[in-house]
């Protein structure tokens, strides 16, 4: 692909290889583009957001009916009462997220696996730069798609849980938004993790084990400091942040301490692209 734009002065003096990255397109923008391409390529990305649309209409569905029976049984000692819409999809998210975590981890994994990873780094060099490039794409991806996710799980769980439901304009207006992001930061968090492990076995089941084993595990533990610990794990931190509740922490903490659970594992990311052979 060519451009009729002119070449700058100190583009013309710059050696061939600068005046062809200039007149084709590369660097940050050209990684983004070729990994943009790349992911709407494979049919594991359709099947990947299928999937999360279908997980979270069947999560939402099991949730409100629970909800309801919950509360017409009379033997139920602690009803819930009526409850969100859009908490029902927002509460969803916990099993929702391993479908969308399996495509994000695809993203990098998916080409170890088949060694695409080496022609990878040929076109993009930086190492960090690619990552990057790949974090970019997850997040314009996963973001409108939690969004969408929370949107579909409050249309399917409101007329199923009747007079024991309620919406309201506001109340959606931030849990959509809201499930998006925290998707999109723990995609990116997983993300990193792909590329430190390098397997999607290892990365799921590490994803797993950190976003739900280990953090039920300690919150449950019945240790004042292991529960302190579970709050700040990056799940708890994120489900303090949909729920937008003031305890143990307010929501935008919780928004800080995922954000900084998703830093530390591109970093880490990084780290081992920049360490280690393709």
């Not at 819409?85 to 993203?107: E, K, N, P, R």
């Not at 990193?192 to 300690?218: D, N, Y």
Request: hydrophobic share 55%.
């Amino acid at each position: 692909m060519t451009t009729d734009a002119p070449l700058t002065a100190d583009v013309q003096d710059a050696p061939h290889a600068t005046r062809a990255a200039h007149v084709r397109g590369g660097g940050t923008r050209g990684a983004v583009a070729a990994e943009w391409t790349k992911l709407w390529s494979v049919r594991s990305t359709w099947w990947g957001l299928a999937g999360s649309l279908l997980m979270m209409v069947l999560m939402c569905v099991i949730m409100a009916t629970a909800t309801v029976g919950a509360n017409t049984d009379p033997a139920a000692e602690d009803p819930p009462g009526v409850v969100s819409a859009s908490g029902v999809a927002t509460g969803s998210v916990d099993m929702v997220q391993f479908v969308v975590l399996t495509l994000a981890i695809l993203v990098i994994t998916g080409e170890y696996a088949t060694g695409a990873v080496r022609a990878t780094l040929q076109w993009v060099p930086v190492r960090a730069r690619m990552l990057l490039a790949k974090g970019a794409v997850v997040a314009a991806v996963v973001l409108p798609t939690g969004t969408v996710l929370a949107l579909a799980g409050t249309a399917t769980a409101y007329p199923l849980l009747g007079e024991w439901g309620r919406l309201s304009a506001a109340g959606l207006a931030r849990d959509a938004p809201a499930t998006g992001v925290y998707l999109a930061l723990v995609s990116l968090m997983i993300l990193g993790v792909g590329a430190m492990l390098r397997s999607t076995a290892a990365t799921l089941t590490t994803a797993f084990l950190f976003l739900m084993v280990l953090p039920l595990t300690l919150a449950n533990s019945g240790s004042r400091v292991l529960v302190h610990v579970a709050d700040a794990l990056p799940s708890s931190a994120g489900r303090h942040f949909l729920s937008g509740e003031d305890a143990p922490y307010p929501a935008a903490a919780g928004l800080a301490i995922l954000t900084a659970w998703t830093a530390a594992a591109l970093a880490g990311g990084i780290t081992v692209l920049r360490r280690r052979d393709a």
